[in-house]
């Protein structure tokens, strides 16, 4: 009777050898891939602070005013539909900030004579302070559209800053090469 002998290739080995080659692609691949720098990270918060402030936008609807109690007053009949907006412009904020800070420590790490990277890190700063001010403007008229404003000039202009300011604010950003 002869002795049946069992293939080297065995349901373990083989699995154990496609886990040792995957693990080697794997470390090749994340040792091959460019770290991030300052720069990517800022452009990637500006344009998230940009997407927030559009969805913030978009949300701020069903907005009325006229007499209510004798006053004039400004209204929302889509309350979480502004608190949403709301959140989306505070976010907008804290992306703004984060990418200032990224630009900041890119223009630490740049050379003296690098002008060129320079002045596209001042573009970028310019297009971030544009994207802030949107940002604070949508905070102080979602802030006030919360609660029923007695002061309805004063939403309706904020209201318009803020159209008024979006083509200024995806100027910049192109300016800036984003």
């Not at 200032?100 to 223009?107: D, F, T």
């Not at 007695?150 to 910049?172: G, K, Q, S």
Request: net charge negative.
């Amino acid at each position: 009777m002869t002795k049946h002998q069992s293939s080297f290739w065995t349901t373990a080995r083989a699995l154990a050898t496609i886990g040792v080659i995957l693990l080697i692609v794997a470390t090749a691949g994340c040792v091959s891939s460019p770290a991030e720098t300052a720069t990517d990270a800022a452009i990637k918060e500006l344009l998230a602070a940009v997407e927030a402030q559009d969805i913030g936008l978009g949300n701020i609807t069903n907005i009325g005013y006229g007499f209510v109690d004798g006053e004039y007053v400004v209204y929302s009949s889509d309350p979480a539909g502004l608190m949403y907006a709301h959140e989306k412009f505070v976010e907008s904020a804290e992306h703004v900030e984060s990418a200032k800070q990224h630009l900041g420590e890119a223009r630490q790490n740049m050379y003296v004579d690098d002008s060129e990277n320079l002045l596209l890190n001042g573009r970028m700063f310019q297009a971030a302070l544009v994207v802030e001010d949107i940002a604070q403007f949508g905070i102080n008229l979602t802030s006030e559209l919360q609660q029923t404003s007695p002061n309805a000039t004063a939403c309706i202009v904020n209201a318009e800053l803020i159209y008024r300011f979006i083509p200024e604010r995806d100027d910049m950003l192109h300016l800036a090469g984003l």
